[in-house]
């Protein structure tokens, strides 16, 4: 059937009557045995239920309308932020204002549909005059207020606050879509008090050791014309710098750039402060920290060889294209006064060689666990090189060189080559290597395969075998000067030579992280307003991430308290929310017991204290007067909440809608007409049986 009683509709319910009336007619209509009253009466019960059944069997929609009324929508925000309690204006009863706006929102509920929040750091519902917010993200209450409130019956919304919006940016452009007027309570003073304080502190996150590095400091002050402050920055009590600041005016501000040296590795807390000036109206905002790695990035590497060679040089040139790469090249005899543990990574350029074994050298490279890079040429002692190592041999027969050019080993993923530089290396002129049979035990990855003209082989030229957990490099032939000119000759533009160098010098340098027990932070330094978050990972012998073990973690902070915490178990790892903790440094010892074996990780982390509400202390009353005038509402004062609740009653926007809703529903699931049914057929069988009609 469709949405209206048509033509159809007419015809269908009209068939229905007649033929119940027809089978009423039927089974009554002739009928002697009853009275004539009763015969009527089982004939109308017969009719209506056969009418009923067949009406039904054709699937009628019912049009059901119904009103909703939806009153206004006020919404009350209260900023319950730091700064609106930190400066308090001349005249201002802070109690009379909580009874006032108390006292205006139960008048207003008579009439309207009032919500009332509170916002700072965070959206709650309900009014908070406590003033802990240590940030106003005005921005988070209209996002949560869209979320709830879109396309709803706003009336209008009550925003008290000073302005100070230093979380999220201005709400101006994500308050019109609720297309209600903004009325705002000017909260705080806009009259600057006499205060110095440190804005802003901005420094590198990671700098290297030995290095000299700056922090910029803003500093900014008030009414403090004349006077002078002492700038000063400490790490653990002890004065790294000071500096003594003139102030001339009574809205000052300055960038200083202060320099610090790097001389010692780990995490770094500096304490950037301004001296207090006599008068001014909060201290807290006179001193900041920030927290600076420092971190030794660069990479000892020794090129080992018996005497000159071309190749060293250029070696050497590309490997120092990289400054965070510190290159030696040591010869001859001065090796024996060289310790191989000192370096991340040890190139043995052709040792042992012929003219100078180097047996003493050779003996304390091979006894550490510093990452080795062998190339061979034709300066090497084959037979010697064969008995110092035992991953690589070389059936040489006597000092006969082949020439060998570079074919990129397609099956390998040590480090990415893209097509240009493949064709590139391809192209560059074959190296001299020694002849013989070439065999590698192990596993050994590939990059290059050497090719004799166009003969391809599965020989290897360049390639790479990880031995307990130690990196070995080889390259099979000298003339690395040669590649260096073919790449000039050919391509100047792209330094191929020198970036697969330095992929060589990365992926044997660069060592993996076999720690059983890892422990990560989410971060080093945290808000006081964040969850601290710490994730770890457990594995086994086969290095397999496993959590089957409890896993505990202890927090000290600066103080010695103690917080215990047990890890969670997700997935194949260790997750820990801590919670929000209270500012300052803290260390911890975190501990599992995987079999018989112990595993503990340690590390550090600092809680930043937040004191971005008094960092500006002067209400922006002019961006509430901008907000409410682009939504045609309007700015009040706290002592004027009696005519700002005279102008909501006024207002235009104050009107109750209602909401017509229009609903088909098909007859068959209204189920009192089947108890209708099942009541006539029963009283229809009960009057004909008591009258023996059956």
Known sequence: MGNSFNFNSFAALLFCVLAGVFFAWLLYGRSSVLERSLRISLAVFRAVTVSLILWLLFSPLIRQISYTLEKPIIVIAQDNSQSVAAVVPAGFDSVEYRKALQRLREELSDKYDVRVYSFGDHVSKGL??????????????????????????????????????NRGG???????????????????????????????????????????????VQADAYQCAGVETKLTV??????????????????????????????????????VSLSPVKDEISVKNNSQRVIVEVIDDRQKILIAAAGPHPDL???????????????????????????PASYGLVILYQLPALSYDA??????????????????????????????????????????????????????????????SAKIIENFDPLQAPSGQLSVSGDSKAVLNQRRGKLRSSDPQLFFINMDGRKL?????????????????????????????????????????????????????????????????LYNDSYIAVN????????????????????????????????ILPPGNYSYVASTTLGTQKYVAKGSFFINALLAEFQQTVANHQLLYQLSRQTNGKLYLPDQLGALKEEMIKSPQMKTLSYEDRKYEELVNFKWLFV??????SAEWFLRKRNGAL
């Open 359 to 420: 047996d003493a050298f050779m003996n304390k490279a091979r006894a550490t666990k510093v990452p080795l890079w062998y190339i061979v040429g034709a300066q090497s002692n084959i037979g010697q090189f064969n008995r110092l190592q035992n991953n690589v041999n070389i059936a040489a027969s006597g000092r006969a060189l082949v020439y060998t050019y570079s074919d990129i080993n397609t099956g390998t993923s040590v480090f990415d080559l893209d097509a240009a």
């Open 548 to 579: 089957t073990a409890d896993a505990g973690i202890q927090l000290h902070d600066e103080n010695g308290k103690a917080y215990h915490f047990s890890f969670s178990k997700f997935e194949s790892a260790y997750r820990l929310d801590a919670g």
């Open 234 to 271: 400490t790490e653990h009590g002890e004065k790294l710098h000071e500096e003594l600041i003139r102030l001339n005016g009574n809205q000052f501000s300055k960038n200083i750039p202060v320099s610090l040296k790097a001389s010692k590795l780990g995490i770094h807390q500096y304490t």
């Open 128 to 165: 908070d005059f406590s003033y802990k917010g240590k940030l106003t993200d005005a921005a988070a209450l209209i996002s949560q207020l869209t979320d709830e409130l879109m396309n709803r019956n706003v009336g209008a919304v009550i925003l008290a606050t000073d302005g100070i919006f």
């Open 473 to 537: 490099g080889y390259l099979i032939g000298e003339g690395l000067w040669k590649w260096k000119f073919s790449e000039a000759r050919e391509n100047e533009q792209v330094p191929v030579f020198t970036s697969l160098m330095n992929k060589i010098v990365q992926y044997l340098s660069v060592r993996d992280d076999k720690r059983k027990f890892i422990v990560r932070k989410a971060k080093q330094a945290f808000d006081e307003n964040e969850h601290i978050l710490i994730n770890a990972s």
């Open 676 to 681: 209708l049914i099942l009541i006539l057929l």
């Open 313 to 339: 040089a250029a070696l050497r040139e590309a490997i120092t294209q990289n400054k965070h790469n510190d290159v030696s090249l040591v010869t001859g005899e001065q090796l024996n006064r060289i310790d």
């Open 170 to 216: 201005n709400p101006a452009g994500d308050i019109a879509a609720l297309k209600a007027p903004v009325y705002t309570i000017a909260m705080g003073d806009t009259v600057a008090q006499k205060d110095v304080l440190i804005a802003n502190v901005n420094s590198n996150e990671l700098v290297y050791l030995d290095n000299d590095f700056k922090i910029e």
